[in-house]
Nanobody, 120 residues
Framework: QVQLVESGGGLVQAGGSLRLSCEASGIIVSVNTMGWYRQVPGNKRELVAS???????NYPDSVKGRFTISRDNAKNTVYLQMNSLKPEDTAVYYCNAELYLGGLRSYSYWGQGTQVTVSS
């Protein structure tokens, strides 16, 4: 069974840091683009950071310079280092990965979500 398991969320004061991890497990041939999204109740899920299989990264302006995404291909794991956190970063953070399991195409998988709360 293929799944993404996240860890590392929690409560932090404004200006603090957190590191999220997400491991893809199961019978996986290869992992393509991996990313982190976040969602606040009542809002759409938004991209926080993405990283391709050749380590090309993408960030929205809201987190650029504060968040860093990285991956360990040997562990099928993606990380999100979040620094200088702001109260507006409070959300449920979801991991996403495009996984190739064999066959004709890759499929998009989501983690269960981890809560990040930044207090002012």
């Amino acid at each position: 069974q293929v799944q993404l398991v996240e860890s590392g969320g929690g409560l932090v004061q404004a200006g603090g840091s957190l590191r999220l991890s997400c491991e893809a497990s199961g019978i996986i041939v290869s992992v393509n683009t991996m990313g982190w999204y976040r969602q606040v109740p009542g809002n759409k899920r938004e991209l926080v950071a993405s990283i391709t299989s050749d380590d090309t990264t993408n960030y929205p302006d809201s987190v650029k310079g504060r968040f860093t995404i990285s991956r360990d291909n040997a562990k099928n794991t993606v990380y999100l280092q979040m620094n200088s956190l702001k109260p507006e970063d409070t959300a449920v953070y979801y991991c996403n990965a495009e996984l190739y399991l064999g066959g004709l195409r890759s499929y998009s998988y989501w983690g269960q979500g981890t809560q990040v709360t930044v207090s002012s």
